[in-house]
T-cell receptor, first 114, second 109 residues
């Protein structure tokens, strides 16, 4: 089945620094990947749709300059949290897949900004 | 914007009992997914339902879809402790996913 790898699984960074999260489709090509954010005991909130070779589409209220998305190849999308603040601490999850076969989620990244 | 509501939000049930989780959505959808999430983990795909009347079963879980009523159900039969987790439905139109609020299930021995 489709496998999506997300790295790192946990990261702690200082306020003001940037953090990059990678999402890779291991055994299939993904022209589209999705980035979600999840607060504790809450549902997933779609942040942006990452499109290979073009700009990401951001959901309303998501700062595109803060959450930089790059989808440079058919198997890799990255989310960079720039100038991180404690309120950016959250669980970030990517997903990729093919419409009729469902979407697979990455293992998630727990970001803690101190 | 498509809205997806799940109920109940929290469910505590005894082992061996049956229960149903409901997922209502507000507008026409292409397909519906059910996912399981364990604490601190990502989502695990359970079912994808593509058409009206679709029913899928895996072990003690059975999911169904009524597109006319805009309703999907996840039925739990003879619950066991291992089913304790949070369950999400997600409705898809085009490529857009809309997640339900989640149902936190605790199965008590």
């Amino acid at each position: 089945g489709a496998v999506v790898s997300q790295h790192p699984s946990r990261v702690i960074c200082k306020s003001g620094t940037s953090v990059k999260i990678e999402c890779r489709s291991l055994d299939f090509q993904a022209t589209t990947m999705f980035w979600y954010r999840q607060f504790p005991k809450k549902s997933l909130m779609l942040m942006a749709t990452s499109n290979e070779g073009s700009k990401a589409t951001y959901e309303q209220g998501v700062e595109k300059d803060k959450f930089l998305i790059n989808h440079a190849s058919l198997t890799l999308s990255t989310l960079t949290v720039t100038s991180a603040h404690p309120e950016d601490s959250s669980f970030y999850i990517c997903s990729a897949g093919q419409t009729l076969h469902g979407y697979t989620f990455g293992s998630g990244t727990r970001l803690t900004v101190v | 914007e498509l809205k997806v509501e799940q109920n109940p939000l929290f469910l505590s049930m005894q082992e061996g009992k049956n229960y149903t989780i409901y997922c209502n959505y507000s507008t026409t959808s292409d397909r519906l997914y059910w996912y399981r999430q364990d604490p601190g983990k990502s989502l695990e795909s359970l079912f994808v339902l593509l058409s009206n009347g679709a029913v899928k079963q895996e072990g003690r879980l059975m999911a169904s879809l009524d597109t006319k009523a805009r309703l999907s159900t996840l039925h739990i039969t003879a619950a066991v402790h291992d089913l304790s987790a949070t369950y999400f439905c997600a409705v898809v139109t085009g490529n857009q996913f809309y997640f339900g609020t989640g149902t936190s299930l605790t199965v008590i021995p």
